[in-house]
């Protein structure tokens, strides 16, 4: 019940595509919901979050959907670009910690 | 700003010898710090967390142990450490004030035993 199922491990997309990553839950008692970008020998990067009582939240190229009814949410990236080809992970927050999914390694190709 | 610092950013160590990395945040009082380890292409394995001085919680059975000596300071011990004990070690810090809030992450620091 603690975990955070995400999806796909990989991902290749071309240079102004659409990237998107899948994640399911199944605590209902996260209400917390980051996505982190981390690139290779760095620590992760806090990109965009979202708390349950919106369905969507968009900063620049990048959205976060969520269905509270599925227990799912996703990250869009919008014209996906080479410097995006990073790991993405997302995570569900509750009671001072968050569980990680395991990640989408993101490959933009020019 | 705050800022999360850890060191040292790469360790080669043999089988069964001992461990310290130290993490310390500046810029925030009565931080939550966490370890978590990530091993080669995997996600990020809580191991310990502390919601203050003293106070330690481990998620995860193993030989590891932490320790948090002041407030803006959290070490990541071990006494003997293993082959499976490889990996990237990152440190991260939240606001106290919050029970979810986002965690800040160190730059980590890349440990491989041989």
């Known amino acids: 019940q603690q975990q955070v199922k995400q999806s796909p491990q990989s991902l290749i997309v071309q240079k102004g595509g659409i990237s998107i990553i899948n994640c399911a839950y199944e605590?209902?008692?996260?209400?917390?919901f980051p996505w982190y970008q981390q690139f290779p020998g760095k620590g992760p990067a806090l990109l965009i979050a979202?708390?349950?009582?919106?369905s969507e939240k968009k900063e620049g190229r990048f959205t976060i959907s969520f269905n509270k009814s599925a227990k799912q949410f996703s990250l869009h990236i919008m014209d996906s670009q080479p410097g995006d080809s990073a790991t993405y992970f997302c995570?569900?927050?509750?009671?001072?910690?968050?569980?990680f999914g395991t990640g989408t390694l993101l490959a933009v190709q020019p | 700003s705050q800022t999360i610092h850890q060191w040292p950013a790469t360790l080669v160590q043999p089988v069964g010898s001992p461990l310290s990395l130290e993490c310390t945040v500046e810029?925030?009082?009565?931080?939550?710090l966490y370890w978590y380890r990530q091993a080669a292409g995997r996600g990020l394995q809580l191991l310990f967390y502390?919601?203050?001085?003293?106070?330690i919680s481990s998620e995860v059975p193993q030989n590891l142990s932490a320790s948090r000596p002041q407030d803006r300071q959290f070490i990541l011990s071990s006494k003997k450490l293993l082959l499976s004990d490889s990996g990237f070690y990152l440190c991260?810090?939240?606001?106290?004030?919050?029970?979810?809030?986002?965690?800040?992450f160190g730059p980590g620091t890349r440990l491989t035993v041989l």
């Open positions: 979202i708390r349950p009582d919106v």
């Open positions: 810029g925030t009082s009565n931080p939550n």
């Open positions: 502390s919601v203050g001085i003293g106070q």
């Open positions: 605590n209902t008692a996260f209400d917390y």
């Open positions: 995570a569900a927050g509750a009671t001072n910690k968050l569980i």
């Open positions: 991260a810090w939240k606001r106290e004030s919050s029970s979810t809030d986002t965690q800040y």
